[in-house]
C-alpha cells in the first residue's frame, strides 16, 4: 500500500455512479424547467471563474447564488433559493433509490476501509441523502457538500476543509474524480494526489491526455489494486 496516503476522498456524481442514468431519470425535469436550469448553470459558471480570477469565499453562498441566477432570470432571490432547494437540492435525491452505482464501488470502498484508510466525500451538491439512498452511508469518515464551506470546486477551500475534517495533510489524501478542471486540478493544487475515472470511450480517444493525474482508472478493481498493492 502507498503509506503516504492515510484517506482516499471521492467526488459523487459521475464519479461513483454513472451521470447518463441520473439523467434519464430527470428526463421529463429536464425538459420542463430547461430555462431555469440553464440559467442555473451559467451562474454556477460563473462563480466559479469569479473564483478564478479573484480567489476566497462567498460567506453566505446559497444567497449569492440565488441572487445571481435571479438576477438572470428576472425573479425575486428569495423565490429562486426555495426553488433551488426544492428542485435541485432536494428533488433530485428521491432518484437515487434506483441508480446503480459502478461496479465493485462498494467492494472497493470496503477494501480501502478495511485497509485502515479513512473514506472522505466532498461533492458541489449535498450528498448525504443521496449516499443514503444509494446505500454506502456508512462507509464514510466525512462528507462535505462544496457549497457549504463559501465555494464551488475546484477552489482550495472545499478541499482543504476536507483535509481539515479528515484530521490529514492535502499530501496524505488521494482525491478521486471524473473531472479534469473540477476534481483533478481543484485536488492538485490543494496538494492532494488524485485519481481520475475515466471510461472506455475516453481511453480511446485519449481526452484525458492532457490532465495531470495522478492515476486513471476505468475499473474500480483497478483503483484498489493501486491502493493496496
Not at 431519470?25 to 479573484?54: A, C, D, T, V, Y
Not at 432518484?95 to 480501502?112: A, D, M, S
Amino acid at each position: 500500500m502507498n503509506h503516504e496516503i492515510k484517506a482516499v476522498a471521492f467526488d459523487l456524481d459521475g464519479t461513483l455512479y454513472p451521470n447518463w442514468r441520473l439523467n434519464i431519470r430527470l428526463l421529463p425535469f429536464l425538459i420542463k424547467e430547461w430555462r431555469f436550469l440553464r440559467g442555473f448553470g451559467k451562474i454556477r459558471k460563473n462563480i466559479r471563474l469569479r473564483q478564478e480570477q479573484s480567489p476566497g469565499i462567498f460567506t453566505d453562498f446559497y444567497d449569492f447564488q440565488a441572487h445571481l441566477t435571479a438576477q438572470l432570470l428576472g425573479h425575486q432571490p428569495q423565490l429562486i433559493k426555495e426553488k433551488i432547494e426544492k428542485l435541485i437540492y432536494q428533488g433530485w435525491e428521491k432518484h437515487f433509490l434506483k441508480i446503480k452505482l459502478f461496479p465493485n464501488v462498494i467492494e472497493t470502498l470496503t477494501k480501502l476501509k478495511e485497509a485502515g484508510l479513512k473514506l472522505g466525500l466532498l461533492s458541489d451538491f449535498p450528498a448525504a441523502n443521496k449516499l443514503k439512498n444509494l446505500r454506502i452511508e456508512s462507509f464514510w469518515d466525512t462528507v462535505l457538500c462544496s457549497e457549504d464551506t463559501g465555494a464551488l470546486k475546484p477552489a482550495k477551500e472545499p478541499f482543504m476543509e476536507l483535509a481539515n475534517s479528515l484530521g490529514l495533510k492535502p499530501s496524505q489524501i488521494l482525491y478521486v474524480g471524473d473531472s479534469g478542471f473540477k476534481d483533478i486540478f481543484g485536488a492538485k493544487r490543494s496538494g492532494m494526489k488524485t485519481a481520475l475515472k475515466i471510461n472506455c470511450l475516453s481511453m480511446k480517444s485519449r481526452k484525458f491526455s492532457h490532465i495531470k493525474a495522478d492515476f486513471f482508472f476505468i475499473d474500480y478493481r483497478k483503483l484498489s489494486d493501486f491502493m493496496l498493492k
